[in-house]
Nanobody, 127 residues
């Protein structure tokens, strides 16, 4: 059974940093795309970043480019989202998502394609 467990959310002032972690277990394949999504109150869930197997296969939403970094542990079981220069508009519930690369293809930003989700981690950025 696939499980995704997030940690690391919290509250920070604008300009600060936080790091989210997502521990994954239960996958039978190594060809897994892992992504971070976020959902602010009253808004649709949006893709933030994704990482595919292989070196350098990372993608970001334009709103976080240059500020957020997605990475993966050597054993590929943990994915991180390092968030720097945080802004109040980054305030949201952040979710880790994962599914097979053949299923996701290049559409990492489409939450409807992902079958596996974490419970969410709240990130609050104050002005």
């Amino acid at each position: 059974q696939v499980q995704l467990v997030e940690s690391g959310g919290g509250s920070v002032q604008a300009g600060g940093s936080l790091r989210l972690s997502c521990d994954a277990s239960g996958f039978t394949s190594s060809s897994i795309c892992m992504a971070w999504f976020r959902q602010a109150p009253g808004k649709a869930r949006e893709g933030v970043a994704a990482i595919y197997p292989g070196w350098g296969n990372v993608f970001y939403d334009d709103s976080v480019k240059g500020r957020f970094t997605i990475s993966r542990s050597n054993d590929k079981n943990t994915v991180y989202l390092q968030m720097n220069s945080l802004k109040p508009e980054d305030t949201a519930m952040y979710y880790c998502a994962a599914d097979s690369v053949p299923k996701i293809g290049g559409n990492w930003f489409l939450d409807s394609l992902f079958s596996h989700w974490g419970q969410g981690a709240q990130v609050t950025v104050s002005a």
